[in-house]
């Protein structure tokens, strides 16, 4: 009868919500701590520019490229390292490594040297290589796969959030009368004086990354000993029942997931473009730090609300695909007003790139994954891979930013190439790579 078999229906309902709550709150937490130590870096690009005396922006952005450039070297091997601790305890590692990056900072602070502070962010760098690992299948994975954009948007929350408070907080601690203290590192005569000067700033950032490890390591402990469930390999493997899926032997037998990769790769360096060098950015059209140290702030603030409008939107309303497609359309629309305006009007167009951005994260990572199978962690790792593109986009805007110092927006010419290739992805890439193996079915719910 109906009415007996709705109550058992609902029940399990009930219990797989329950089974996915305390999972999904613990990644959050952990969404929350990415984004809180990936946006400090726009501060410190400000505050080394400054402590470390550099005056050249590709040098300048090393920082960015020693951050992200352990995504690359370090994914597989991260990969490697999940396999034999599992999901729970590979976090803890990974939060127990990004610690150890946090205090290397003491004695880069010190000795004011550039390459520590570099040596310090690539090692939090391969902390976080280690949990975006783990964490973007394992929020994928938990749920339909036509809803997974719906989950990273809300993980994108936890994330941007952070984002957006953690350079506020950083500024406060570390910047605070920057502009009195680089009038005076000016005009300073004394090699002694200037010297200490900046090792008084130097030192500045000592204490909030002391704190920094101290929470990381009980967030290392609290992860190893909760109850967070391990990803059920059944799940990844559930379409291995599927002929087509089913005689794959190699990762290159996925076009679609190549594709995603290469997408990730640009959208990943078009975020870090418009969050990280925007602060450098305004320093070149002329404001005071105390005015640019917020820019990535306000950038972070549009992609939180880009991340609620793709909560309400997807799938309800419209695909994960679609909504890519439309922002990758409306990001090339605000790169090319960036471009060609000027002042706080371009400004203002690059921090709308948050907006544009805050879908394609959530979108591309679930397209990539979709249908591989048991070959779903190693397509996890090369999307990690392609986060590299935060290291090497900077670098070539540092460079075009060095030779177009009259009209510093010309350094933005790269945001059109890369939207490009993500809205072909979105449009004909991904269903093109799925056709040509075979594994494009009549309806695509993606």
């Given at each position: 009868?109906?009415?007996q078999?709705?109550?058992?229906?609902?029940?399990?309902?009930?219990?797989?919500?329950?089974?996915?709550?305390?999972?999904?709150?613990?990644?959050?937490?952990?969404?929350?701590?990415f984004?809180f130590v990936?946006?400090?870096?726009?501060?410190?690009?400000?505050?080394?520019?400054?402590?470390?005396?550099?005056?050249?922006?590709?040098?300048l952005?090393?920082?960015?490229?020693?951050?992200?450039?352990?995504?690359?070297?370090?994914?597989?091997?991260?990969?490697?390292?999940?396999?034999?601790?599992?999901?729970?305890?590979?976090?803890?590692v990974?939060?127990?490594?990004?610690?150890?990056?946090?205090l290397?900072?003491?004695p880069?602070?010190?000795?004011?040297?550039?390459?520590?502070?570099?040596?310090?962010?690539?090692?939090q760098?391969t902390?976080l290589?280690?949990?975006q690992?783990?964490?973007?299948?394992?929020?994928?994975?938990?749920?339909?796969?036509?809803?997974?954009?719906?989950?990273?948007?809300?993980?994108?929350?936890?994330?941007?959030?952070?984002?957006a408070?953690?350079?506020?907080?950083?500024?406060?601690?570390?910047?605070?009368?920057?502009?009195?203290?680089?009038?005076?590192?000016?005009?300073?005569?004394?090699?002694?004086?200037?010297?200490?000067?900046?090792?008084?700033?130097?030192?500045?950032?000592?204490?909030?990354?002391?704190?920094m490890?101290?929470?990381?390591?009980?967030l290392?402990?609290?992860?190893?000993?909760s109850?967070?469930?391990?990803?059920?390999?059944?799940?990844?493997?559930?379409?291995?029942?599927?002929?087509?899926?089913?005689q794959?032997?190699?990762?290159?037998?996925?076009?679609?997931?190549?594709?995603?990769?290469?997408?990730?790769?640009?959208?990943?360096?078009?975020e870090?473009?418009?969050?990280?060098?925007?602060?450098?950015?305004?320093?070149?059209?002329?404001?005071?730090?105390?005015?640019?140290?917020?820019?990535?702030?306000?950038?972070?603030?549009?992609?939180?609300?880009?991340y609620?409008i793709?909560?309400?939107?997807?799938?309800k309303?419209?695909t994960?695909?679609?909504?890519?497609?439309?922002?990758?359309?409306?990001?090339?629309?605000?790169?090319?007003?960036?471009?060609?305006?000027?002042?706080?009007v371009?400004?203002?167009?690059?921090t709308?790139?948050?907006?544009?951005?805050?879908?394609?994260?959530?979108?591309?990572?679930?397209?990539?994954?979709?249908?591989?199978?048991?070959?779903?962690?190693?397509?996890?790792?090369?999307?990690?891979?392609?986060?590299?593109?935060?290291?090497?986009?900077?670098?070539?805007?540092?460079?075009?930013?060095?030779?177009?110092?009259?009209?510093?927006?010309?350094?933005?010419?790269?945001?059109?190439?890369?939207y490009?290739v993500?809205?072909?992805?979105?449009?004909?890439?991904?269903?093109?790579?799925?056709?040509?193996?075979?594994?494009?079915?009549?309806?695509v719910?993606?």
């Amino acid at each position: 009868m109906p009415g007996q078999t709705s109550l058992p229906r609902q029940t399990q309902a009930q219990t797989q919500t329950t089974n996915y709550l305390i999972p999904t709150i613990i990644i959050g937490i952990l969404f929350f701590v990415f984004g809180f130590v990936t946006w400090l870096n726009s501060t410190l690009i400000n505050f080394l520019k400054i402590a470390c005396e550099i005056d050249n922006n590709v040098v300048l952005f090393f920082v960015t490229f020693a951050f992200y450039i352990s995504y690359f070297v370090m994914a597989i091997p991260s990969s490697w390292v999940l396999k034999v601790t599992g999901f729970k305890k590979g976090m803890s590692v990974g939060l127990v490594v990004m610690a150890v990056g946090a205090l290397i900072f003491i004695p880069a602070a010190t000795s004011r040297t550039y390459g520590l502070f570099l040596l310090g962010l690539f090692i939090q760098g391969t902390g976080l290589a280690v949990l975006q690992t783990a964490s973007n299948p394992y929020i994928t994975i938990l749920g339909p796969i036509e809803s997974a954009a719906k989950r990273i948007s809300i993980m994108g929350i936890f994330n941007k959030v952070a984002g957006a408070i953690s350079p506020l907080i950083l500024s406060a601690a570390i910047l605070s009368g920057a502009d009195i203290l680089e009038k005076k590192i000016s005009v300073a005569t004394d090699a002694a004086e200037k010297a200490q000067l900046l090792n008084g700033l130097a030192a500045k950032v000592i204490g909030p990354y002391i704190i920094m490890a101290i929470v990381l390591f009980l967030l290392a402990i609290w992860i190893w000993f909760s109850n967070l469930p391990e990803v059920d390999q059944k799940e990844e493997e559930e379409e291995e029942d599927d002929p087509e899926i089913k005689q794959r032997r190699s990762i290159f037998q996925f076009p679609h997931l190549w594709l995603g990769v290469i997408a990730l790769f640009f959208y990943v360096g078009c975020e870090v473009l418009a969050g990280d060098t925007i602060g450098q950015y305004g320093r070149m059209l002329g404001y005071d730090i105390s005015h640019y140290q917020n820019f990535t702030t306000y950038t972070l603030s549009f992609m939180v609300i880009g991340y609620i409008i793709g909560i309400i939107l997807i799938p309800k309303y419209v695909t994960q695909r679609k909504a890519l497609q439309f922002c990758s359309i409306l990001a090339l629309v605000f790169s090319i007003c960036a471009i060609f305006t000027s002042g706080w009007v371009t400004v203002f167009f690059i921090t709308l790139l948050g907006l544009a951005n805050a879908v394609m994260w959530p979108a591309i990572w679930p397209l990539a994954l979709n249908k591989l199978g048991h070959f779903t962690k190693t397509g996890a790792a090369l999307l990690v891979m392609a986060i590299a593109g935060a290291a090497v986009l900077p670098l070539i805007w540092g460079a075009i930013a060095n030779k177009t110092t009259d009209h510093p927006q010309w350094a933005y010419i790269l945001l059109i190439p890369s939207y490009t290739v993500i809205l072909y992805f979105a449009t004909g890439g991904y269903l093109a790579g799925l056709k040509k193996k075979n594994l494009l079915k009549e309806e695509v719910t993606v």
